[in-house]
């Protein structure tokens, strides 16, 4: 199979960039469900053993030294160029201020 490169936009349409923060972005090869997202979103980094063979992608974007790419831990490092200026935080400094809603259109 032939290695192609594939552009992933986080945080943006076609018109608008994303304002706000972003904690860490994981992508899975597989389908989790509502109970498990709520169960993975308090695990800490990519450490959540029963999905961890199936991580595909995982910026925990706590590297405050590196302005112009974002780091994938996952066997694959699949870094991410960054584009335009972004703001490093602590992570978790703002968990208690965001609420998960999923839509039940599965």
């Known amino acids: 199979q032939e290695n192609q490169s594939v552009d992933l936009f986080l945080a943006r349409n076609i018109n608008h960039y994303f ?7 994981r ?3 597989i389908w989790l469900t509502d109970t498990e997202l709520d169960s993975h979103i308090g695990s800490a980094g990519s450490q959540w053993d029963a999905h961890q063979r199936y991580l595909s992608l995982h910026y925990p974007m706590n590297d405050d030294t590196n302005i112009d790419y974002v ?36």
């Open 19 to 25: 304002t706000g923060v972003i904690d860490e972005v």
């Open 27 to 29: 992508i899975y090869k």
């Open 71 to 106: 780091i994938d831990t996952s066997p694959f490092k699949h870094h991410g160029l960054i584009n335009g200026t972004i703001q490093y935080i602590e992570s978790g400094s703002h968990r208690t201020r965001f609420q998960i809603t999923k839509s039940d259109n599965k």
